[in-house]
């Protein structure tokens, strides 16, 4: 494609997947090169047939007792964090009413989110978000996602911050995390 038409064609709809930093939301939108910048934010068709499969887990559980394990896993997450993470520095990013936020975390950490979040998926086997500029978030899909689990995640960025893992990571933002 030649470089000055690319720079005159632009998509009626931003969409993250077209963002050149598509995790970059605290950014304005920046289109990616190329093709790319086309994309939006719907997967292939073909993708989705294999919705299929969780489509008949969540009618199999049921959406109500999926939103109860999730708040009850936040809870408990919410719990261990005051007792382990808020005394390291972190801050709770997430409302502390389960009726205000989903199946997720949002731990904030103002100086070093980014480089304790690559601490966390290179040492210690744990995969969180990072969302800037200071945010790692951890997902806790209830129907996948034991207590167990919770608590061992909550341990592992305890363990990197309190050990002060993070300090041997590259500074350096890659595109994601």
Partial sequence: MRTDLQEELRS???????????????RAYEPAEGIA???????????????????????EAGIGAIAKKARALTAF???RFDERLAP?????????DP???GAHLAFRHREEAWR???????????????????????GFPPL???FAEVEESIERLSDVVERGLFRDVDPERTRVT
């Fill in 144 to 146: 996948a996602t034991s």
């Fill in 77 to 79: 997450g919410v719990e």
């Fill in 88 to 96: 390291l520095g972190l801050e709770l990013g997430t409302p502390r």
């Fill in 37 to 59: 910048r086309f994309l939006a934010g719907t997967p292939p068709i073909l993708g989705l047939v294999a919705v299929e499969a969780g489509v008949e887990l969540v009618a």
């Fill in 99 to 101: 009726e205000h936020r």
């Fill in 116 to 138: 304790i979040c690559r601490t966390l998926i290179e040492r210690a086997a744990v995969i969180p978000d990072f969302r800037g500029p200071d945010t790692i978030r951890f």
């Fill in 12 to 26: 009626p709809i931003q969409g993250w997947f077209g963002q050149r930093e598509q995790f970059a939301m605290e």
